[in-house]
């Protein structure tokens, strides 16, 4: 039982499982676009959920595909500039998460915004940094997108309201990012993500609670990717039905490894803050680094567990396969894709090593990304003058 999504040349695939349908191309003999059917969502205190039903359309595939390649290649790069000891500091890596900030992205208009914990690197580029201007800034040099005086968990873009390092923390900044939006009536809203380990942080009820009450334009986002440091969901938290713990709150439970579904939610959730109130989102995912660098990830999970999600659930194989079962793209330009995105993080992990430091004097540079004041305030025994140099504070 195959279905036709458009009248638009209906021809369609053969061999594909039931309820996938792809409206080809006759010319090219390729998929324009085609419909699948996600795994079901499990629903809190909502009658109605996201549509299980999704359509992509062969740009949209490319996109995403595009997407999750380069942030998969952006944090292998990062791993191993960390391991030449060229990155210092802190760094986390996000493979294995990718489908959650490429999806939501995808449904994200010009009016929304997004903030996150410690794990962005890959959130920095798709809010329009280039792998140059996340990869600099890990190395610590002027070409980073806040020119190398934030590192890895302080990097920042337009609507992107960063990297937070305190756990748990950036939740109720995003509620008020969301008390934002209502306050200008923009009609954007505010994705507000945090970790099954800061699941259970005061801070994130009392916020969710607070939104509730003011009927912020707030999707509280739980990324569960099973371990908080090297705790197990499990072993942390007395209830992992982490959709289910915003109470009053609607929640969503959505596969975070499959793009299109996570697309789905964000696009049926942005629809409800904006005209309901918050909700709570949890999308179920996997990391497959450590912690940090400095935590090889085996001692508190067997490496078949890792080897098990990345054979079954890999977001970037499944979507691959995916789109090259529905022909919205061969093996051949599968290929051209991930060669073009390997050339361009290579050249951007190239041109981070050679990059300079910025000199000590801007240090004090851009700290407000609108100077109300000449100088910069509560500083003990020096005068500063401040400057902006990039542009409203942000430097791509
Ligand atoms: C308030 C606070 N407590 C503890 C820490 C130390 N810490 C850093 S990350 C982390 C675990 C967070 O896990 P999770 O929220 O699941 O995010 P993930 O690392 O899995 O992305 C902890 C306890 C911190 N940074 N801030
Ligand atoms: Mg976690």
């Known amino acids: 039982m195959y279905r036709v999504i458009s009248t638009e040349l209906p021809i369609i695939l053969r061999n594909l499982k039931p309820s996938r349908?792809?409206?080809?191309?006759q010319a090219n003999n390729y998929a324009t676009e085609a419909t699948v059917e996600v795994k079901p969502y499990k629903l809190h205190r909502l009658d109605n959920g996201p549509?299980?039903?999704?359509t992509v359309t062969r740009d949209q595939a490319k996109q995403y595909y595009t997407q999750?390649?380069?942030?998969?290649?952006?944090e292998t790069s990062?791993?191993?500039l960390y391991k030449e000891k060229i990155i210092r500091g802190f760094c986390h890596l996000y493979s294995g998460q990718e489908a959650c900030a490429v999806g939501m992205r995808a449904a994200m208009r010009d009016v929304d915004n997004i903030i996150s914990a410690y794990r962005v690197h890959g959130w920095t580029y798709l809010m329009g940094v280039s792998p140059l201007g996340v990869l600099a800034e890990l190395t610590g040099n002027q070409s980073g997108c806040a020119r190398g005086k934030g590192g890895s968990m302080h990097m920042y873009a337009?609507?992107?309201?960063?990297?937070?390092?305190?756990?748990?923390?950036?939740?109720?900044?995003g509620a008020g990012v969301a008390l934002a939006c209502k306050y200008k009536g923009n009609g954007g809203m505010c994705l507000a993500l945090y970790g099954d380990g800061a699941a259970n942080q005061g801070q994130v009820f009392e916020a969710y609670n607070m939104a509730y009450l003011m009927k912020l334009p707030c999707i509280f986002v739980c990324e569960n990717n099973g371990y908080g440091m090297g705790t197990s969901a499990e072993r942390a938290s007395c209830n992992t039905d982490y959709y289910t713990r915003g109470d009053a709150l609607p929640g969503i439970w959505v596969?975070?490894?499959?793009?299109?579904?996570?697309?789905?939610?964000?696009?049926?959730?942005?629809?409800?803050?904006?005209?309901e109130g918050p909700l709570v989102m949890e999308v179920c995912t996997y990391r497959y680094s450590g912690h940090s660098m400095s935590d090889p990830g085996t001692s508190y999970r067997t490496r078949e567990e890792i080897q098990e999600v990345r054979q079954k659930r890999d977001p970037i194989t499944s979507f691959?396969?995916?789109?090259?079962?529905?022909?919205?793209?061969?093996?051949?330009?599968?290929?051209?894709?991930?060669?073009?995105?390997?050339?361009e993080v290579d050249a951007a992990t190239a041109a981070a090593k050679a990059d300079k430091e910025?000199?000590?004097?801007?240090?004090?540079?851009?700290?407000?990304?609108?100077?109300?004041?000449?100088?910069?305030?509560?500083?003990?025994?020096?005068?500063?003058?401040?400057?902006?140099?990039?542009?409203?504070?942000?430097?791509?």
């Open 255 to 275: 596969d975070g490894m499959d793009v299109l579904a996570v697309r789905s939610a964000t696009e049926f959730a942005i629809e409800y803050v904006n005209n």
């Open 51 to 54: 549509s299980t039903t999704v």
């Open 158 to 173: 337009p609507n992107f309201y960063g990297g937070n390092g305190i756990v748990g923390a950036q939740v109720p900044l």
């Open 21 to 25: 349908a792809a409206v080809i191309n």
């Open 358 to 396: 910025i000199p000590l004097e801007e240090l004090w540079t851009d700290v407000y990304s609108k100077n109300l004041e000449p100088k910069i305030r509560d500083i003990i025994g020096y005068t500063l003058q401040h400057k902006v140099l990039g542009k409203g504070g942000v430097n791509k």
């Open 78 to 80: 990062a791993g191993n």
């Open 68 to 74: 999750l390649q380069t942030i998969r290649r952006i």
């Open 320 to 343: 691959k396969d995916r789109c090259i079962e529905l022909g919205l793209m061969t093996a051949e330009e599968i290929k051209e894709i991930d060669s073009k995105v390997r050339k």
